[in-house]
């Protein structure tokens, strides 16, 4: 597998919208999906290749391999890369990440303590599991509120984030709505009582205010191509037409023009093996500390490993043919293909969920409701036969979990270095 790294900047206002079933508005999201960002390259392959009107399941060559075959291409979401960094706005290279749904941050002032007046986000997975295994109660506070007394109560922080120099930044991409009128055709003039606003995606930002310097909104994201020739042949096909995309809707309306980088991506600083020894040893302390309360009944760390399923894109899940937003040790063990661990179990899940449509360009149809477990969701599992885990797990970070992760649904992280942040250390 070949994973390229894709940074899209903003030409001009991006409408990546989604409708919600049932629903007569269109919002737009605050990041490019993996699906919006799939059906960009493969109109712009069809046009210049010709083949629009072409049976593509029967047509061979790189494109069905590349959207079309049993192992298709991955196309991950591109999430915003604007930060603020020493009170002046940029984009960073680092990777972007969804953090954990078990994150908090104060009520009164959240964010993460590098912005300024956020009070830091901590995580809560490793406490409330230690806390329930002492059955002992559990509730999370802000302890600068608590010195300063204030309103000491947390709450879940959603945020994309990164890590530069040790400290972490949150992103989002800021919104405004666009104002049109209808046209009527026959007169090419002003339609009566047609009048209408979409919502966009900024395609610029203040970068210092005190210069009245702008800059292009940049969003970073990444392709998994299985086959090496293939993946650089997409690379030169990206680079020779790195203007010509267009993303979201109402592109003839002038908006959804971008440029699109590429280079070849990185193996990640850490193995999933590094990972889940850094988690465990973080666990192991924490339960040491939790004793000061009582005495364990059983020690359920005994002889067992656990780690962390993240999800960093929305999800769509089934189980026995049912949806679900739970990710069971059974459905783990047919994703990863380890069939023989009778010992994996899954203790913890923090997950919620939404409904998804979209509309399908190549088919003229509306896409299937479906029912998706949102990115940030936590899975934690132990097992007593870690060994058996580790390449798998490398193996599920690639390609996902669940369906339509050629979409860039079901991506995974296995134990994000965020629930190692404790209430004492927010960040």
């Not at 960073?92 to 986000?121: D, E, R, Y």
Request: aromatic residues 12%; hydrophobic residues 35%; negative net charge.
């Amino acid at each position: 597998m070949t994973r390229l790294e894709l940074t899209i900047t903003a030409l001009s206002p991006l409408a990546p919208g989604r409708q919600k079933p049932g629903g007569s508005v269109s919002e737009v999201e605050n990041y490019i999906s993996g699906s919006v960002l799939r059906g960009a390259i493969a109109s712009q392959i069809l046009q210049l290749s010709g083949q629009q009107s072409a049976n593509l399941a029967e047509d061979g060559g790189n494109f069905q391999t590349l959207f079309l075959g049993g192992n298709p291409a991955i196309f991950g979401n591109a999430y915003p890369a604007v930060t603020k960094i020493d009170n002046e706005s940029t984009d960073v290279s680092q990777q972007i990440k969804v953090l954990p749904a078990t994150a908090v941050s104060s009520k009164t002032n959240p964010g993460f303590t590098s912005s300024g007046g956020g009070h830091g986000v901590f995580d809560t997975l490793i406490d409330a599991f230690c806390a329930a295994a002492y059955n002992q109660p559990y509730d999370p506070s802000d302890p600068k509120a608590i010195a300063q007394g204030t309103n000491p109560q947390v709450e879940t922080y959603n945020s994309f984030y990164s890590k530069v120099k040790d400290k972490y930044y949150s992103h989002d991409a800021t919104s405004r709505f666009l104002t049109r009128v209808g046209i009527n055709r026959r007169r090419a003039t002003a339609e009566e009582e047609i009048l209408y606003s979409v919502q966009v995606l900024n395609e610029s930002f203040l970068k210092n205010t005190k210069t009245d310097e702008w800059d292009k909104v940049v969003f970073r994201g990444f392709v998994v191509v299985p086959d090496e020739t293939l993946a650089e042949a997409l690379q030169r096909f990206i680079e020779r037409n790195s203007y010509n995309f267009r993303i979201g809707g109402s592109a003839s309306r002038g908006l959804g023009k971008v440029k699109i980088a590429v280079s070849k991506g990185q193996a990640p600083a850490k193995s999933v093996e590094y990972r889940i020894e850094e988690f465990n040893k973080a666990l192991q302390k924490r339960w040491e500390l939790w004793a000061v309360f009582c005495k364990y009944k059983y020690d359920l760390l005994a002889n067992r490993i656990y780690f962390t399923l993240d999800l960093q894109s929305d999800a769509i899940l089934s189980e026995n043919w049912q949806r679900t937003t739970v990710v069971s040790a059974d459905m783990l063990k047919d994703f990863a293909n380890v069939k023989d661990d009778s010992s994996l179990e899954i203790h913890i899940a923090y997950s919620s969920y939404e409904y998804r449509s979209g509309w399908n360009s190549a088919w003229g149809l509306m896409k299937d409701v479906e029912l998706v477990t949102n990115k940030g969701s936590v899975y934690l599992f132990s097992t007593s036969e870690p060994e058996k885990w580790y390449a798998a797990l490398e193996i599920i970070e690639e390609q996902g979990i669940g369906d339509r992760t050629c979409e860039g649904f079901g991506q995974v992280e296995v134990c994000n270095e965020f629930h190692k942040i404790f209430r004492e250390d927010a960040k």
